[in-house]
């Protein structure tokens, strides 16, 4: 909204004391003395980054090769419980003709990483492990001086996310949740298009992780489904809410200056295909025949702003259907949504549309692309194509070695990720008492509102 609106609402609206708080009803107590305010942090320049890894199965050893690609890195620890994985991602380095000797390998125990990071002393860390030990390793690296680069949800729990907010407020580090579809070609040119001014005055937006994953549950042992399957017995509500989230969260500027979160209110569906099928695909007592499947299929919530704007928000891993992430965002002179990419604005689009009624398409699409591509994409998009997720995994990894070694905010700070994992208990939380309504924490304690928008970067 314009600073005009923004204010005008502020004065005549009931939210205007809540909107000016300096803290929430849901929040921590007041950041004691020593502790820094982490909304536009800009760490000193790294020239020459030296990077450990806590696991490198398949995002671990992505990320590790992005990294190591890149001019002025150096990769010095990699831990894993597998050795047979950083073997890989050693061969992935000698590839790439990096030297391997000095490099620190730890493996075979639970807390070899710990190990890891008090030997090492790497300037990062990137974690990729399951969900469970994100927050507890992010914290570690944090009080052993590294900054913290974590893979999606930041951690599982509040309590988890507050204890990460006051440790990188303390130790003045970045933790930074690895959101990589905030750097998707479509998502930039929607932020593109809207920081413009073509989309007016914000109203809504429409976020979702619907994706069909079923064939995970045949990583029985290790692999990404000998963990997760587990979560659809001991969780209720939205489990990955933050693809979707990330981006629709950034146009709307919350958390920075313009808006916030505010409440949340979420319902599932029965839970009904995993136990389908276990019951079809694996043997009558098998260890998936024998969980409690608890969780609904499908997960739908909606967002309250303080600017009284609204965000619907699906999770849904189990449905036959295709991919998406819907990245829906509506304004007062059109609306943007993705899968297919669509739009449609009040004034119409050049010669393809008269009005709002028809969304543009086809050759219309493809010029609204030549029209709007974002800079970053456009200067990065070459060199990252082949990264992965369409390039945004390599967009994402240029963009935080460019932001450290200029010493630079990062495009996602603290406050946003953790806000963004908060969905998963406050769902829970809604769900378990039948659409309650819940208020969202204000990690920022009141400061958001003093936070720089996220600029369009060239």
Known sequence: MSKFDRRKFIKTTSLSAAFASTTSLYSSNSRVSGQKYMGDFAAPKLKNIKAAFIGVGYRGKGHLKLFASLSGTEVVAISDLYEENIEKSLKILTDLNKPVEKIKTYWGGENKWKTMLKEVKPDLVFISTNWKNHGVMAVETMKNNAHAFVEVPLALS??????????????????????????????????????????????????????????????????????????????????????????????????????????????????????????????????????????????????????????????????????????????????????????AFDSGFENFTDGSHQWIKDDGIKRLYEKYDHPLYKRLNNKTKDSGHGGM????????????????????????????????????????????????????????VSTKPFDIIS
């Not at 079923?214 to 209720?236: P, V």
């Not at 998406?324 to 990419?341: D, F, H, M, S, Y």
Request: proline fraction near 4%.
């Open 158 to 343: 509040i309590n988890e996310l507050w204890e990460i907010v006051n440790t990188s407020e303390k130790y003045n580090k970045h933790c930074m949740m690895m959101e990589n579809v905030n750097y998707g070609r479509e998502e930039l040119m929607f932020l593109n298009i809207i920081r413009n001014g073509h989309l007016g005055d914000l109203l809504h937006a429409e976020a979702a992780y619907i994706h069909d994953l079923r064939f995970q549950m045949f990583e029985e042992e290790r692999g990404t489904g000998s963990w997760r399957t587990l979560q659809y017995e001991k969780k209720k509500g939205n489990l990955y809410p933050t693809h979707g989230l990330g981006p629709v969260s950034q146009y709307m500027n919350l958390l920075r200056s313009e808006d916030n979160f505010k409440t949340i209110v979420s319902f599932s569906t029965p839970a009904m295909g995993r136990k389908k099928f276990a019951n079809e695909n694996f043997s009558e007592n098998h260890k998936w025949n024998e969980l409690n499947y608890q969780n609904g299929d499908l997960n739908t919530s909606i967002i309250k702003t303080h600017l009284g704007r609204t965000i619907m928000v699906q999770w849904d891993e189990t449905s036959p259907r295709p991919y998406t992430r819907l990245n829906l965002i509506q304004g007062t002179k059109g609306i943007l949504a993705g899968g297919p990419t669509r739009a």
């Open 393 to 448: 995994d390599g967009i994402m990894m240029y963009r935080i070695v460019e932001c450290l070694q200029n010493g630079t905010p990062l495009d996602q700070n603290l406050y946003e990720g953790c806000s963004w994992s908060a969905l998963i208990e406050l769902t829970s939380n809604s769900v378990n008492n039948n659409g309650e309504p819940q208020e969202f924490p204000d990690f920022t304690r009141g400061n958001w």
